[in-house]
Structure formats: structure tokens, C-alpha cells
């Protein structure tokens, strides 16, 4: 599965082994955390063949993660971590006497993968929506948090790619936010430039942009602050002054000699979204269909009665505990869902918290569950994660969310 064979691919095609790279790792099967690949390093032999796309020789693996070890030693860590591998992912994964790859029909989504085609391949001009959505793959630095020892040739590739896809992201940003600022889209421009400084505070070209931009949509008090929030960046990072081609821009600003555009006119808030395709049929996702579901019914009844407190206005937290396969996603699965059909007004969103290695993501749940709210499920909803109604649900919900997040 190389770059040139996979090509673009959107995420909504119903990949069953989903990889995120950008951030912290996560890896889902069939729309379940994969939690059975403990080794660290079995996990970076996954990354590394998923990214580069080739057939890589035995040795050259074992030299990438064991390059410290004499040679025989190296091929025997490989072993193991091969044999991880077959365990967990065997449709996924060609490996024979010599070589290691990526099976050629493996039905797998790789987010770095997505992100880096589109990125590479779309005219902004062309597809800014397409853009955007591969921007928004980019939910941290590739391998945010993933650590393997003793592995300095793994750890020199991880910061080359790292690094290289950084500036892609920066990159992308900068010419997104430009394109938007010549339609006059300068809202959506401010956006994304924030989220550019985000990564680099101290670029001070894209400071200047950002006080252009807040001046011309009539926010001058805005533009005033932003040049000081510049300064004091400047002075605490690079121990420097801005630039007098900064300053000379806030003094036009400071002067009001920039002329404020007409602001765009938009759609009233009354204005229902329209359904989108995937969800514009009668058919379910993949899998959806309730797992087989026996005993535990105290524990359903239990968290029924929380339930019951909820809706009557007492505020409720339930912990579902238990040792690893006792059927914690099953039993909230199976509560969920039969909530959902006694209570049709019922939202549900849900957030996993996965460490893989290193120190994981802490905000991850919680991320999960605004994207939820926000309904970004066509992911879950192809993967079999969510149900047709209850993604209709989430999507119904839509215009509630966003005013709510605009004031807050």
C-alpha cells in the first residue's frame, strides 16, 4: 500500500483498521480501540511501514528500532514484534521470509497518508473545503507523545517526518488564510492564521497579516492588541523588537487609515443544515447491527435509574469499572442505544481516552465528544460506530451547537 496506490481517499469510505498519526496515536479496528499491540516498538514497526508505504527487508527494520543490539539480537526483537503484529492485524500485514509491508489490499485509513495527498495534490483555489478538512486531520504533531527506547535511527525518521510535516501543515495554513483573505473572507482568514501562530507565535509576518486582516473587518482595538501580543512575544522568545515594517503598520492602524471591508452577508441562523449524502439514505453503516448482549443487567438497571434522575433534572455521574475484557464498551454500547429508543430527544456523545505509549493525549475525550456534538460522525458512522439515527440525531443538533459555541 504505497502513497501512489492508496492515492486520495476520503475518510468516510469505511477503512476497518484506522490509524491516527497526527497527535497522539490511536489506532481503531472495526471502530474498537485496539488495545492488544502493547510493545511500543511493534507499534512504531505499524507506523513506520503504514507512512513510507514500501517493502522494507527484515534487516533494514531491525536496524531502524534495534540498531543498537548486535545483529542476531536485532532479528530476534523483530520476531517478536512481527509476531505481534501477525496476532493483532494478519489481514493487514505481508511478511514473508525477507520482507515486511503493508498488505496490498488492506482496507486501512491512515491519516498522514489523507493528509499529506490532498495537501499535495488539491489546489486550494480548486477545493478550499477539500483543504480545509485535511487541515483539520491535524490534530497535533505526528507522534505527539510516543516514545521508543534505545531506537536512535526510528527516532531520527520520527523528527525528519515530524518536522517535514509541520512545515506542510504551516504551509498550507498560510496560503488557506491568504486565499480566504482575497475572497474577502476575512473571518475565516483571522481563523486560520490564529491557528497558524498557534504553532510558531513568533513568526512576525503572519502577526502582520493577522493585524491587516483584524483592522480591514472593522476590529481595530483587536488589530492594536494583536501588535502588542507580538511585541511580547518577540521580546520573550527572541529578545527583539518588531520590525519597523510592523510597527509602521500599527501606527496606519493606530491612525485609522484602514478602510473597513462591508461585512459578508450569511445565512439566518433559522436556516436548517442540509442532510448530508452520507446520511441522505435509508441504509445503515457497516456493522451497526447490536452486539450480542447477555447478563449485566443490574448494571443496565443502574445506570437506567442515573438516567431517569438526569432527565429530571439531577445532575448524574456514573463509573463503569473493571478489569480489561469484563465488557465495559459493550455494556455503555448496549445503554446507550436502548436509551436512545426510549428517550427520542436523547443525545448521545462519547469520547475515548487511549495511551498507547508515552504520556497519551489527556484532551482526547474531550475532543472527541465536540466533534460529536458537532456532528463530525460520518467517520463513526462509517465505521459502524454509530448508528443512522443516531448520527441524524447529532446532525439535528447542529445549529444548537454552534450557537453555543459562539457564545461561549
Known amino acids: 500500500m504505497n502513497k501512489e496506490q492508496q492515492g486520495p481517499r476520503d475518510a468516510t469510505e469505511g477503512a476497518s483498521l484506522r490509524v491516527r498519526l497526527l497527535g497522539a496515536p490511536r489506532i481503531t479496528l472495526d471502530g474498537e480501540p485496539l488495545t492488544g499491540l502493547t510493545s511500543a516498538k511493534a507499534q512504531g514497526l505499524l507506523f513506520y511501514l503504514l507512512v513510507t508505504g514500501h517493502i522494507h ?4 527494520l531491525a536496524s531502524l528500532l534495534w540498531s543498537t543490539f548486535p545483529e542476531s539480537a536485532a532479528r530476534g526483537n523483530l520476531r517478536k514484534a512481527l509476531q505481534q503484529l501477525r496476532r493483532h492485524l494478519r489481514p493487514y500485514v505481508a511478511i514473508d521470509r525477507e520482507t515486511v509491508a503493508v498488505a496490498e489490499d488492506a482496507d486501512v485509513w491512515v491519516d498522514v497518508v ?9 489546489p486550494i483555489a480548486e477545493a478550499p473545503l477539500r483543504v480545509q478538512r485535511a487541515l483539520n486531520l491535524y490534530r497535533g504533531d505526528f507522534l505527539e507523545g510516543f516514545d521508543v527506547q534505545r531506537a536512535p535511527e526510528f527516532e531520527a525518521w520520527w523528527l525528519s517526518e515530524r518536522s517535514r510535516l509541520r512545515e506542510l501543515v504551516l504551509g498550507s495554513l498560510h496560503d488557506l488564510a491568504t486565499y480566504h483573505a482575497e475572497e474577502d473572507d476575512l473571518e475565516t482568514a483571522i481563523g486560520l492564521m490564529r491557528r497558524f501562530l498557534g504553532f510558531e507565535p513568533w513568526r512576525e509576518e503572519a502577526h502582520r ?6 483592522a480591514r473587518s472593522g476590529q481595530r482595538g483587536a488589530a492594536l492588541a494583536q501588535y502588542k501580543t507580538c511585541r511580547e512575544i518577540l521580546a520573550d522568545e527572541l529578545a527583539v523588537e518588531p520590525a519597523e515594517e510592523t510597527t509602521a503598520l500599527y501606527q496606519r492602524i493606530r491612525d485609522g487609515e484602514f478602510d473597513v471591508l462591508p461585512p459578508r452577508k450569511s445565512l439566518p441562523l433559522e436556516v436548517e443544515p442540509h442532510t448530508p449524502a452520507f446520511l441522505d439514505q435509508e441504509a445503515e453503516g457497516p456493522s451497526t447491527a447490536e452486539k450480542p448482549f447477555v447478563g449485566r443487567e443490574p448494571q443496565l438497571a443502574r445506570l437506567s435509574e442515573s438516567l431517569k434522575f438526569a432527565l429530571a433534572g439531577q445532575r448524574q455521574v456514573a463509573f463503569v469499572s473493571g ?22 430527544d436523547l443525545i448521545v456523545a462519547s469520547g475515548t481516552c487511549t495511551a498507547y505509549a508515552g504520556t497519551g493525549d489527556p484532551y482526547l475525550p474531550f475532543r472527541d465528544i465536540l466533534e460529536m456534538l458537532s456532528a463530525d460522525v460520518e467517520e463513526r458512522w462509517a465505521a459502524g460506530a454509530v448508528t443512522r439515527a443516531h448520527a441524524l440525531r447529532l446532525w439535528d443538533l447542529l445549529p444548537r451547537t454552534i450557537e453555543a459555541l459562539v457564545i461561549f
Open 57 to 60: 527487508t527484515r534487516l533494514a
Open 114 to 122: 489523507e493528509f499529506e495527498t490532498v495537501l499535495e495534490e488539491t
Open 209 to 214: 497579516h493577522l493585524m491587516t486582516w483584524l
Open 323 to 344: 478489569e480489561a475484557g469484563w465488557g465495559k464498551t459493550t455494556l455503555l454500547d448496549t445503554f446507550s442505544r436502548r436509551a436512545q429508543r426510549s428517550h427520542p
